[in-house]
């Protein structure tokens, strides 16, 4: 199978230029000016078939470096499966996720990897690979740490919240670093001091303070603030490079500008929520309402100015990528398991469908540029976690993800309009998005274009990846 892109503004992290695509099987086989023949042929005669990209932008296709798809949460289990939620982000303009494999106390690392191939073995729109989370650091895990590079895991993520849950002190954490540093493995830190979250959100439930709202007020930014910092000096004094996920607060972001300014290998990311929503409309939206919002880190204030802060520090590079945390669950039977104890919601929110739409608003209303949306929804995921060359640019060589993106397209936002995630509400509804996903390939075959879905459970492959492209 032969196609050719043609017509289109090809967008990369560094520029855009007039470009056709040609596409071999799965692959990208030449960008070419416009019109190109080939060896006296015309090219568009000769394919299988042609795109018409005139007026859009061309550019490879989403990468999701931070999704939980069925993860075993809050008493229950993310409501996307690696079928629905692939499906979901193939809709969006997203060709690759990196999921996170679990491992718990007193479980081994190997076996949570295994059960993680077995969820998404066969299941998968679109390309998927692996983050291990280490929620049990012993003897056991600090030795099975060893053995992940080789399965095409090179990045973990530890936790110092959520304690009995996923939670390591500040002892595991620097044994795990120690032999990060060894292996070349990227440390993902989820950085909020869970103990002292733990006892402000049971004062809180004691005061009769229940709802949703509070769950944001118990974990305050200055316990975001010292767990990155403490992540940051734990890292710096045992040489682990870090990234820390889903950063919300203006104060944690300065902590990661301080360590960069200081030449340390420390990067972060945000999330489409920390860049949109607050503590004050979503958070605290009337009733139980506001439960759609409940994740960790939570939604700030508004009043604060977290929100534009973090798009700044998405321009100066204080921040590197945005990746949603995928991580859904429903209204009923999930998130209404905390009615009365907002302890008790199932913490997360589903936007894998919206990611590559909302960062596009971010192009439409100025606060990005084209390239940079590109550079921080692909290009810098694939570089960050091992999977750059075959994934986050067009080139020849590199796997043939591609996403057509209509500039004067219009994208509704909301249940019963775009909406594919497995979920009875969207914490996206209501959003007008000025541009739309018009085609996306994945390694060369089409699954969505303007006719609807033309994916398929099991197309997607496990993608092993290499060591971080993006550090020294
Ligand atoms: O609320 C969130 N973020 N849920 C997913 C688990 C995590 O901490 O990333
Ligand atoms: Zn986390
Ligand atoms: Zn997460
Ligand atoms: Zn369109």
């Not at 090809?10 to 692959?27: F, K, Y």
């Amino acid at each position: 199978m032969t196609t050719l892109i043609t017509g289109g503004t090809l967008v990369s992290a560094t520029g855009r230029t007039a470009a056709d695509v040609l596409i071999d099987g799965e692959t990208i086989a030449a960008v070419l000016t416009p019109g190109s023949t080939l060896l006296g042929h015309d090219l568009a005669a000769s394919v299988d078939q042609v795109i018409d990209a005139t007026g859009k932008y061309v550019i490879p296709g989403g990468i999701d470096a931070h999704t939980h798809m069925e993860l075993p949460f809050g008493g229950t289990n993310a409501s996307d499966t690696f079928e629905t939620g692939t499906r979901a982000a193939a809709w969006g303009g997203t060709t690759t996720i990196i999921d996170f494999a679990v491992q718990r106390t007193g479980e081994r690392v190997m076996d949570g990897l295994g059960a993680w191939h077995d969820k998404a073995a066969g299941n998968c729109a679109i390309d998927y690979g692996f983050h291990q989370i280490v929620g049990g650091v012993d003897e056991d895990s600090l030795k099975a740490m060893e053995g992940l590079v080789a399965e095409g895991v090179s990045s973990y993520k530890l936790f110092m919240a959520y304690p009995g849950v996923f939670y390591s002190d500040d002892a595991q954490i620097l044994r795990a670093m120690q032999k990060a540093a060894d292996l070349g493995l990227l440390t993902m830190m989820h950085a909020e001091n869970g103990p002292a979250i733990d006892v402000l959100a049971a004062q809180l439930v004691a005061q009769g303070k229940t709802d949703p709202y509070y769950h944001g007020i118990a974990r305050a930014w200055q316990l975001e603030e010292e767990a990155t910092h403490r992540a940051i000096m734990l890292a710096d004094v045992t040489n682990a490079p870090l990234y820390v996920v889903h950063v919300s607060a203006k104060q944690a972001v300065a902590q990661l500008a301080w360590a960069r300014d200081n030449g340390k290998n420390v990067f972060g990311e945000t999330c489409p929520q920390y860049l949109y929503l607050s503590l004050e409309e979503q958070l605290g939206a009337p009733g139980f309402e506001g439960a759609k919002w409940v994740c960790s880190t939570p939604l700030r204030s508004r009043a604060e100015g977290h929100q534009e802060h973090m798009w700044q520090a998405l321009r100066t590079n204080d921040l590197q990528m945005v990746s949603t945390d995928h991580c859904p669950f429903c209204m009923k039977g999930q998130k209404d398991l905390g009615v009365g104890d907002f302890r008790a919601i199932p913490n997360g929110i589903g936007s894998i469908e919206h990611r590559m739409d909302l960062m596009y608003q971010g192009v439409v209303t100025g606060q990005i540029t084209l390239e940079r949306w590109v550079e921080l929804t692909s290009t810098t995921p694939a570089r960050m976690f091992g999977l750059y060359g075959k994934k986050g640019v067009i080139a020849p060589g590199a796997d043939a993800d591609v996403v057509v993106y209509d500039p004067a397209g219009h994208t509704s936002i909301g249940v019963g309009k775009t909406h594919h995630m497995n979920m009875d509400h969207s914490a996206w509804e209501g959003y007008e998005i000025d541009g739309h996903v018009d085609v996306v390939l994945s390694r060369g075959s089409v699954v969505v274009d303007e006719t609807g879905y033309h994916g398929r459970a099991g197309h997607g492959k496990y993608v092993p990846r290499g060591l971080s492209q993006y550090l020294l």
